[in-house]
């Protein structure tokens, strides 16, 4: 990463509630936002470029309080022999996504890499679009793990996925 998008992750600074209650009200119906700086879509889209997210299609379509989505279309570029979604290809939308997001969720000058990935393949895809969505389950300092859902056009979940990264100090390029 070459500093180009490094958004940084703050926890909201509030005064302690008096009570449990107190805390409960205070919480409800609000959504801890894993996104500090602004990005746009136009941006992160402008970085795949050149990279094998350009090659197999994919595209950043949503940027949410705690989510960042893509679509990966299901073609030649993205089938394997027998004319299903290839898993591989999976696996990069799914990596994309948690990475992106990732490295939208540190502070400037850390960088998020990947540790490990996982996923599971649950239904075949023959044709159309897919959508990834990848949410934080854990962002820390040291680690992040986020879960990526990859579903087919009609909303059936494809593909599960989750990505550990480590976050270290960014190097100049």
Known sequence: MDGRVGLGYRMPMTTPPDSPRDA???TAGKT???FHRTVSLDQLNALSRGTAMEALGIVFTEIGEDHL???MPVDARTVQPYGLLHGGASVVLAETLGSSAG??????GSVCVGVEINANHLRGVRDGVVTGTARPL???GRTQVWEIRIEDAHGRLA???RITLAVVP???A
Not at 103 to 108: G, R, T
Request: hydrophobic share 40%; aromatic share 0%; with cysteine.
């Open 103 to 108: 490295n939208l969720s540190v502070p400037e």
């Open 138 to 140: 854990h962002v820390g």
């Open 159 to 161: 593909c599960i996925s």
């Open 170 to 172: 960014a190097t100049p």
């Open 24 to 26: 409960a009200a205070a």
């Open 69 to 71: 989505s893509a679509t």
């Open 32 to 34: 801890r936002r894993s």
